[in-house]
């Protein structure tokens, strides 16, 4: 026969559990549901809540439970937490590790056990909802007035640990009383115990707070625009706390006057604007200019060379009128020292022979001198360089350019073309076989050929090396 429980709180799950085991009640045998039908686990309390600490008759276990119902204190600990896990059958899951438990299956606990592992998860997704709750609520202080709280806040947790979060800020701020309100409950500590409330659907309004005030004062002033992250912020904070803190509604304007000129400054424009003392000093004591690397080899200007086996210049004639811009060397021309002589080099030596160009007659280099690599098995495979690396590199390839001359320059793939125009955002997008000038020289853009291998479809294969053969002959065409 089916039994249906309705509980409100982890603490009458307990009681209602402990019965069920002394009386051998299976899993199976229990619907379990929560008071009202609601995700609230406080919407129906009608008593205010005792201090944390204080006894509670509902946690008083039945004289008649058994020894067998016996857990260890972490084990509880667990429990309750993941009580606070918003699930509709989180209480019959619960349910069915203790009766786990009590038949001798102690790995139920486990992460390598399937109930173990989503027990395990919802406990580090609460406690990390807790540390959240506790990092980004904001208590703004309100005018005095008689009975009402002293500092009000409002948060949208995902899970029920709002009584948790109120524990540990009763510890935190002494007799200081305060509210955090949330769509689910209210918690209300007025110097000595917390009491539960109803929910509150939005929101403290405006209050003029001084403290708050100050801190966004704080906030904006120690903004650097030229450390700003965009991903990286929002990654570390999610944008659904944003908009119950303060400083939230800063946040748009730095970024937008950072995007429009501010990261070149680094600072703000108050700290600009302030006279400072002018040092003098003598030419004979300032710090001499770095010397560039002079040779290749010698290049520590970022960390690839690291893990490459050598450095890979450029080969070709003096004077080519055609120069040939690739990413970076692989794997075979890391070992070898010279460019597209691995499988991207054969064809391209395909590309030369339908095109009508001889390979002797070009000057062939790439963006990224070090081949940048990442393991997989026995094997490197290529990993395509960062912004910062074909940013570091440029400073050979603009001697290259210096020092051939090319009346045109063909731009084997994306990389490449960022780097010759010395812009990052650069895309291929319309600029495939299209040549266009660039400070007093050709640009003719094609794919790359390894792109061209790694293209499944044979028609789009067909299609792209015919991009590549007529670029070639473009370059050709506008080299004489």
């Not at 439970?65 to 209480?91: I, N």
């Not at 003598?282 to 560039?292: N, T």
């Not at 440029?394 to 210096?402: M, Q």
Request: proline fraction near 7%.
């Amino acid at each position: 026969m089916m039994r249906t429980i309705c509980v409100q709180s982890f603490s009458q799950w307990r009681k209602e559990a402990r019965e069920l085991l002394s009386t051998g009640v299976p899993p199976h045998a229990v619907q379990w549901s929560e008071a009202l039908q609601s995700d609230d686990l406080f919407g129906a309390v009608e008593q205010p809540r005792l201090a944390y600490g204080a006894p509670d008759a509902t946690t008083t276990a039945p004289e008649n439970t058994r020894e067998t119902a016996r857990m260890p204190r972490e084990m509880l600990r667990m429990l309750e937490t993941a009580a606070c896990f918003r699930s509709p059958d989180r209480y019959a899951f619960l349910y069915k590790i203790v009766w786990r438990w009590q038949l001798g299956q102690k790995d139920v606990l486990s992460p390598a056990d399937e109930d173990g592992a989503r027990l395990n998860a919802m406990v580090k997704t609460i406690r990390r909802e807790q540390h959240k709750m506790h990092a980004y609520l904001r208590f703004r202080e309100r005018p005095a007035a008689a009975g009402a709280p002293q500092f009000v806040a409002w948060f949208e947790p995902e899970h029920d640990v709002l009584p948790q979060v109120a524990e540990h800020f009763s510890r935190r701020m002494g007799h200081t009383t305060w509210m955090i309100g949330t769509p689910q409950a209210t918690m209300l500590w007025d110097g000595s115990r917390v009491v539960a409330g109803p929910p509150v659907m939005q929101g403290p309004e405006d209050i003029a707070d001084t403290g708050e005030a100050m801190w966004l004062t704080y906030y904006r002033s120690t903004f650097n625009p030229a450390r700003l992250n965009v991903s990286v912020m929002q990654g570390h904070i999610a944008s659904r706390y944003w908009k119950n803190m303060p400083e939230g509604a800063l946040v748009p304007a730095m970024i937008a006057e950072a995007a429009a000129g501010a990261q070149r400054d680094g600072q703000t424009k108050t700290v600009g604007a302030r006279n400072g003392v002018t040092i003098p000093i003598s030419a004979d004591d300032a710090q001499p200019k770095r010397e560039q690397p002079s040779t290749l080899d010698q290049c520590r200007r970022c960390d690839l060379w690291r893990n490459a086996t050598q450095a890979v210049p450029g080969v070709g004639p003096a004077a080519a009128r055609i120069m040939l811009v690739g990413e970076q060397p692989g794997d075979q021309e890391d070992l070898a020292g010279t460019p597209f002589i691995g499988p991207a080099g054969q064809v391209l030596d395909d590309a030369f022979a339908q095109s009508g160009l001889a390979r002797e007659s070009i000057y062939l280099t790439n963006a990224v001198k070090h081949f940048k690599w990442e393991p997989r098995g026995k094997r490197r495979l290529h990993k395509t360089p960062a912004q910062m690396e074909v940013t570091a590199c440029s400073y050979w390839l603009e001697e290259e350019l210096a020092s051939v001359q090319p009346d045109v320059i063909v731009a084997l793939g994306g990389t490449a073309l960022k780097a010759i125009l010395g812009n990052p955002k650069a895309t291929l997008g319309d600029r495939i076989g299209v040549p266009f000038q660039h400070e007093g020289r050709w640009i003719v853009v094609v794919y790359h050929p390894s792109y061209i291998l790694r293209v499944p479809d044979a028609e789009a294969k067909a299609k792209a090396m015919a991009v590549l053969i007529e670029g070639l002959k473009f370059a050709q065409n506008l080299s004489t």
